[in-house]
């Protein structure tokens, strides 16, 4: 059975850290391209950061460039996105997904998420005084 699973999320305040860890069993995320998306209070779910098979190409959106970063260990089938200087607008469900028919990483977080065929059950994150 393919499975993605989220931890790493939590009460944080603002100018803090998380690493978030999405752990992939059933599926080998050396294969295959991988992102983080999240998903606020009333609003639509966000690409955060896509990364490619190779490990070659990243995107961030606009918002958390600079402050977060993708990684990946092919040998734990881990996929990792290290959040700093957190802000009460990172707040939300944070989800990693997987596998898909998706082109650049750009376009994997910015209009094709929905392709993807593999998402874990998401982990909360709250940046809070």
């Known amino acids: 059975q393919e499975q993605l699973v989220e931890s790493g999320g939590g009460l944080v305040q603002p100018g803090g850290s998380l690493r978030l860890s999405c752990t992939a069993s059933?599926?080998?995320?050396?294969?295959?391209?991988v992102g983080w998306f999240r998903q606020a209070p009333g609003k639509e779910r966000e690409g955060v950061s896509c990364?490619?098979?190779?490990?070659?190409?990243?995107y961030y959106s606009d918002s958390v460039k600079g402050r977060f970063t993708i990684s990946k260990d092919n040998a734990k089938n881990t996929v990792y996105l290290q959040m700093n200087n957190l802000k009460p607008e990172d707040t939300g469900v944070y989800y990693c997904?997987?596998?898909?028919?998706?082109?650049?990483?750009?376009?994997?977080?910015?209009?094709?998420?929905?392709?993807?065929?593999?998402w874990g059950q998401g982990t909360p994150v709250t940046v809070s005084t």
């Open positions: 997904a997987a596998r898909g028919p998706v082109t650049t990483m750009q376009a994997m977080c910015e209009i094709q998420s929905r392709y993807l065929e593999v």
């Open positions: 059933g599926i080998a995320l050396a294969q295959h391209p």
């Open positions: 990364l490619s098979r190779s490990a070659t190409s990243t």
